[in-house]
């Protein structure tokens, strides 16, 4: 019992993620994927941490200013922080730049940009 005690005081004790407003415009129906051809590992400012793991399969839903919007294909990808939220990624060019939150309509930076690697897929 003391555990989950200790559990709940540090889930309330964390951190909120920041967002920021923007403008998701969606793209047209496409059947078009996208493979993450290796593992990030990504620190968010919560103290979390997230992988988005090497193979996975996404698939580009839209577009905000600060990138690409892909959604997970056959999950659901999600970052925490004070609450958990579900989480699209954001790409301009190789780097993952923060989260488009679908459910609230906003963007989530990342501290500083990762690297990441993607290739087009048909699976």
Avoid at 8 to 17: K, N
Avoid at 24 to 31: G, I, K, S
Wanted: overall charge neutral.
């Amino acid at each position: 019992m003391p555990s989950v005690f200790v559990a709940l005081m540090l889930s309330a004790c964390a951190p909120s993620i920041p967002v920021q407003n923007t403008q998701f415009v969606p793209v047209t129906a496409t059947q078009q994927r996208v493979r993450i051809v290796s593992q990030v590992d990504v620190r968010l400012t919560s103290g979390y941490s997230r992988q988005v793991r090497g193979g996975s399969l996404w698939r580009p839903v839209g577009q905000v200013p600060q990138g690409l919007v892909l959604q997970p294909v056959g999950s659901v990808f999600t970052i925490e922080g004070r609450q958990v939220h579900e989480a699209y990624l954001v790409v301009k060019e190789d780097a993952l730049v923060g989260f488009y939150l679908p459910g609230e309509s906003h963007f989530s930076p990342l501290a500083s940009p990762q690297s990441i690697t993607t290739e087009r897929s048909n699976d």
